[in-house]
């Protein structure tokens, strides 16, 4: 088995305001852009039954060069350069957000 790389987003909590439309907003399009890239394999989304954090997202990428190939960074500096109203940028400053990569250990 090939060992693949996993990207892990983690969000305590939707926007205030919105929540609703930020999901529908993130499983057709900030899904969707991710995977137009090359290397990212698929996305899962996960929410919390219990505890905390609310929101997990999974991303199965081919290697850690996808994160600096150039279809992902212009993705990254369009998204930048969006209105800070925008769920790209509002997403980037939720509670909590953090952001971690991650290699399959098991079952090698």
């Known amino acids: 088995m090939t060992k693949k790389n996993l990207l892990l987003m983690v969000r305590t909590?939707?926007?205030?305001?919105?929540?609703?439309?930020?999901?529908?907003?993130y499983n057709t399009h900030h899904v969707a852009n991710r995977l137009n890239i090359p290397?990212?394999?698929?996305?899962?989304?996960?929410?919390?039954?219990?505890g905390e954090p609310k929101y997990i997202t999974l991303y199965e990428i081919e290697n850690i060069d996808v994160l600096t190939s150039e279809p992902y960074l212009?993705?990254?500096?369009?998204?930048?350069?969006?209105?800070?109203q925008t769920f790209e940028a509002i997403t980037q400053k939720l509670p909590d957000f953090s952001r971690g990569l991650y290699r399959q250990i098991y079952p090698a």
């Not at 909590?13 to 907003?25: D, H, L, Q, R, S």
């Not at 212009?74 to 800070?84: G, I, M, N, Q, Y």
């Open 74 to 84: 212009k993705l990254r500096e369009w998204e930048a350069s969006l209105s800070p």
């Open 39 to 50: 290397g990212f394999i698929s996305v899962r989304r996960y929410i919390a039954i219990d």
């Open 13 to 25: 909590n939707g926007p205030a305001e919105g929540e609703e439309k930020w999901n529908a907003w």
